[in-house]
Structure formats: structure tokens, C-alpha cells
């Protein structure tokens, strides 16, 4: 059984999550490239009773790997201090985490997304969906 606020978030569809965020392109693009590779996404997935938010959590059997992605945009120290802090205290629970940058992506999306890949091989999460529903997310 999922916790309530976990089964929210899988009732909405991630077009829906984006909507409501107001999630950026570039995380909806990574989205979609993790989707395109077969592998099981939540968009904006919220922490316990944190204020904490994921842009993206992709989920294995035994494992789970939480995507921050960093945008264009140039933040200030204030939100790099609270960010790595969020990082810290999400860590110390026992989550892992990989960012992909924006600044990157746009120039080279392969070497953007390499260390991904090889996070989510290092910790054992392989894509889950089949081709079936491959087709049917990318169908609508």
C-alpha cells in the first residue's frame, strides 16, 4: 500500500504534475528522455513532511535515485546553501542523488545525461517498462 501522499502523486498523470507545478522544459525534457529509455518516473515528487520536492525520482526493485535538475538560470548562494542542506538531510535518510545540467544538455544531450545512465546502472535500477506502454506514453 502506498502512503497517501505517494498515491496522489501516482493518481496524477505527470502532464497533470507539470501543470500544476509549473515544472520548467528542461526537467520535462529529462522526464521524457527517461521515459524514452524505458525507466519508471515520478515528476515533483514531495519528501515525508518536508517542504522538500524532487524534480524527479526514478524508482528500480530495490532502489530509487532522485534527479535534481539545474536550469539555465544562475541561483543565488542563498539557494545553493539551501539546496545542498536539503541534499544533506535527504542523504542522512538514505537517499541518492544525480544532478544533470541544464548548461550541458542543451549544448551536448548525450554527455549531459551519461552520468545518469551510469548512476542508475551503478545502483541496479533498469528500465522496467515495456514496450506497450512505451507506446501508450507517447502516443497521447
Do not use: N
Not at 83 to 95: D, I, S
Not at 111 to 120: D, H
Request: hydrophobic share 35%.
Amino acid at each position: 500500500c502506498l502512503p497517501p501522499a505517494r498515491e496522489e502523486q501516482t493518481q496524477r498523470s505527470a502532464l497533470e504534475t507539470f501543470e500544476y507545478y509549473g515544472t520548467h522544459a528542461f526537467v520535462r525534457e529529462v522526464y521524457h528522455q527517461l521515459h524514452a529509455h524505458g525507466y519508471r518516473v515520478m515528476p515533483e515528487v514531495k519528501i515525508g513532511t518536508h517542504p522538500f520536492r524532487l524534480d524527479l525520482v526514478v524508482e528500480g526493485r530495490h532502489a530509487r535515485l532522485g534527479i535534481i535538475c539545474e536550469g539555465k538560470a544562475w541561483r543565488s548562494r542563498e539557494h545553493w546553501e539551501e539546496e545542498f542542506a536539503r541534499q544533506t538531510v535527504l542523504e542522512r535518510v538514505g537517499w541518492k542523488f544525480q544532478r544533470v545540467y541544464g548548461s550541458i544538455y542543451y549544448h551536448d544531450p548525450h554527455q549531459a545525461l551519461a552520468p545518469l545512465w551510469k548512476k542508475l546502472e551503478e545502483m541496479g535500477i533498469k528500465p522496467s517498462l515495456l514496450p506497450e506502454e512505451l507506446e501508450e506514453i507517447f502516443a497521447d
